[in-house]
């Protein structure tokens, strides 16, 4: 049973650039979250995705923007990064109907800009 | 919005003492609570979860934890400590909604 995967595993941009990160969530999970955690820090919720949709949003810019796909894997895209953007993106897999239960991360992507 | 405090950010402990992770959370609606570990260079991974019934909850590795509704705490003991939990650990709590909010987190190291 696979767990969450995350790709790539490590990333390095430079400012102004854009950037992708991808997941797939657990099997049998229809719920895909995005976290950003700087160093030193707990996670810090970017948004989640449900049956495509953005469902749940925190405190980012629009520069972070997502996709959940049919097969409910997703993407992270990030435009115009800054220096601040250096960190481990984490994804997160649930099942939105089982609200009483764990989400399940991947390993992340540690993302650093130059 | 929840508001999840990890009052101690680092904690050193000798192998084999007892130790005490605190985790305090702002919210007194229904909550679900947990504690996840972090090893260096990977993910969260569950170390138990309260979701209901019995207060002392008890997870992976010997860990344990017990919800405190008047105190709104939720802190995370183990008896006796051993050189592979070094790690950060992270307190989290989920409302009805499908939103975790995480604390700061607390570097627990194991001294020989």
């Known amino acids: 049973d696979a767990g969450v995967t995350q790709s790539p595993t490590h990333l390095i941009k430079t400012r102004g650039q854009q950037v992708t990160l991808r997941c797939s969530p657990k099997?049998?999970?229809?719920?895909v979250s995005w976290y950003q955690q700087a160093l030193g820090q707990g996670p810090q919720f970017i948004f989640q995705?449900?049956?495509?949709?953005?469902?749940q949003r925190g405190n980012f810019p629009d520069r972070f923007s997502g996709h959940q796909f049919p097969n409910y894997s997703s993407e992270l895209n990030v435009n115009a990064l800054l220096l601040g953007d250096s960190a481990l993106y984490l994804c997160?897999?649930?099942?939105?109907?089982?609200?009483?239960?764990?989400?399940?991360f991947g390993d992340g992507t540690r993302l650093s800009i130059l | 919005a929840q508001s999840v405090t990890q009052l101690d950010s680092q904690v050193p402990v000798f192998e084999e003492a007892p130790v005490e992770l605190r985790c305090n959370y702002s919210?007194?609606?229904?909550?679900?609570l947990f504690w996840y570990v972090q090893y260096p260079n990977q993910g969260l991974q569950l170390l138990l979860k309260?979701?209901?019934?019995?207060?002392l909850v008890k997870g992976i590795n010997g860990f344990e934890a017990e919800f405190n509704k008047s105190q709104t705490s939720f802190h995370l003991r183990k008896p006796s400590v051993h050189i592979s939990d070094t790690a950060e650990y992270f307190c989290?709590?989920?409302?009805?909604?499908?939103?975790?909010?995480f604390g700061t987190g607390t570097s627990l190291t194991v001294i020989p």
């Open positions: 997160a897999s649930s099942l939105r109907h089982q609200g009483n239960q764990p989400q399940h």
């Open positions: 099997s049998g999970h229809d719920t």
């Open positions: 995705y449900y049956e495509e949709e953005e469902r």
């Open positions: 919210s007194s609606v229904s909550v679900y």
């Open positions: 309260y979701l209901s019934g019995s207060t």
């Open positions: 989290a709590v989920r409302e009805t909604g499908n939103q975790f909010y």
